[in-house]
C-alpha cells in the first residue's frame, strides 16, 4: 500500500540552528500538506502546494520558516533558526485529485522535533 | 469561520463497551466531515468520511458515525471497545466541497481499560 514518506522520524537541536524536514508523497499526488501539531492539540496547517505551486501558506512563519516543492513530488520544510516554541510534531499529507479519494488526505509517520 | 469542537479531551471505557466520541461543527457551508485517529508517535489514520451521500457511515475497525445537520454533529461510535482503540481521535472539517483545507479539533483521548 502506497504511504508517505518523511525523515528523519525524530530531530533534537539546539535553539537557533537549521534544521530540515523532508517529505515524498503517495505517488501521484499532486497536493501535499504540511501540518504542525503541538502536543495535546489538533495538527496546524502551515503550508499547501498545489503540484510546485504555493496555495496557502497563510499560516507558515516566514521569517524563519521556508518550504519548498520543486519538481512537484517531494518536499522540504525548513526552520532557520529553530526556537524553542518550534518543538512539535510536523506532518506531511497528501491527496490526489480524481475519484472517489478527491481531497482524502493521507498523513505521514511525522517528524518529532525538539528544540533544547 | 469554520470549527470544530470535540466535548470531550478525554474519555475512558472499559472493554468491550461502547465508545461514543462527539463532535460538532459549523460551517457556512456544506462540510465534508471526516474522523482520524492517531496512535502514539504515529502519524494521522482516516477511520471515516461524510461527502454529502449517507448520513450514517460506516468505518474502519468497527466504527461508524453519523451526520446530523440539524444539530451540527458528526459523532463517532463503535459497539464495543477493543484494547487498540487507544488511541488520540480527531473530528476534521473540509468546509465546502472545493477547497481543500481541513480544520481540525483539538482531538479527544480515548482511553480503554482492561
Known amino acids: 500500500e502506497a504511504e508517505v514518506a518523511q525523515s528523519p522520524r525524530y530531530k533534537i537541536t539546539e535553539k537557533s540552528q537549521a534544521v530540515a524536514f523532508w517529505c515524498d508523497p503517495i505517488s501521484g499526488h499532486a497536493t501535499l500538506y504540511w501540518y504542525r501539531q503541538i502536543l495535546g492539540q489538533g495538527p496546524e496547517l502551515l503550508v499547501q502546494f498545489q503540484d510546485e505551486s504555493v496555495v496557502d501558506d497563510s499560516q507558515l512563519p516566514k521569517d524563519r520558516f521556508s518550504a519548498e516543492r520543486l519538481k512537484g513530488v517531494d518536499s522540504t520544510l525548513k526552520i532557520q533558526p529553530a526556537e524553542l516554541g518550534d518543538s512539535a510534531m510536523y506532518l506531511c499529507?497528501?491527496?490526489?485529485?480524481?475519484?472517489?479519494?478527491?481531497?482524502?488526505?493521507?498523513f505521514g509517520p511525522g517528524t518529532r522535533l525538539t528544540v533544547t | 469561520a469554520q470549527s470544530v469542537t470535540q466535548l470531550d479531551s478525554h474519555v475512558s471505557v472499559s472493554e468491550g463497551t461502547p465508545v461514543l466520541l462527539r463532535c460538532n461543527y459549523s460551517s457556512s457551508y456544506s462540510p465534508s466531515l471526516f474522523w482520524y485517529v492517531q496512535h502514539p508517535n504515529k502519524g494521522l489514520q482516516l477511520l471515516l468520511k461524510y461527502t454529502s451521500a449517507a448520513t450514517l457511515v460506516k468505518g474502519i475497525n468497527g466504527f461508524e458515525a453519523e451526520f446530523k445537520k440539524s444539530e451540527t454533529s458528526f459523532h463517532l461510535t463503535k459497539p464495543s471497545a477493543h484494547m487498540s482503540d487507544a488511541a488520540e481521535y480527531f473530528c476534521?472539517?473540509?468546509?465546502?466541497?472545493?477547497?481543500?483545507?481541513?480544520?481540525f479539533g483539538p482531538g479527544t483521548r480515548l482511553s480503554v481499560l482492561p
Open positions: 476534521v472539517v473540509r468546509p465546502d466541497n472545493y477547497g481543500q483545507n481541513f480544520v
Open positions: 499529507a497528501s491527496s490526489g485529485n480524481r475519484g472517489a479519494y478527491k481531497y482524502e488526505q493521507y
